[in-house]
Nanobody, 123 residues
Framework: VQLQASGGGDVQAGGSLRLSCAAS????????MGWFRQAPGKDREFVAA????????IYADSVKGRFTVSRDNAKNTVYLQMDSLKPEDTAFYYC?????????????????WGQGTLVTVSS
């Protein structure tokens, strides 16, 4: 199983980025997909998750209203649209896959993880 995250970069506060995570080696539509992030010196934290068919989404309070998670099961890809970015959003962002039917915020529930993509937001 491979989860390949991309789309990170440098952006000014108030700007936008779109992260992508391409999955292979699994039946993508059978997995809930999540996004987590980890800033330097901090613990990994939940960002957003989306259920198998995309109808069930959950967000961390810190990103609600600014970030949107979506998926395209035909392309085996999950996305994280990040708008109104803030310096505190700076972190490595990771995608993860969970066999559960419903989106979950608990990182230990996820079965597979991708490598991180770095998002840096300057003020």
């Amino acid at each position: 199983v491979q989860l390949q995250a991309s789309g990170g970069g440098d952006v000014q506060a108030g700007g936008s980025l779109r992260l992508s995570c391409a999955a292979s080696g699994l039946t993508f539509s059978s997995y809930t997909m999540g996004w987590f992030r980890q800033a330097p010196g901090k613990d990994r934290e939940f960002v957003a998750a989306i259920g198998r068919r995309g109808g069930n989404t959950i967000y961390a309070d810190s990103v609600k209203g600014r970030f949107t998670v979506s998926r395209d099961n035909a392309k085996n890809t999950v996305y994280l649209q990040m708008d109104s970015l803030k310096p505190e959003d700076t972190a490595f962002y990771y995608c993860a896959a969970d066999r559960a039917a419903w989106a979950t915020i608990v990182s230990r529930d996820y079965d597979y993880w991708g490598q991180g993509t770095l998002v840096t937001v300057s003020s």
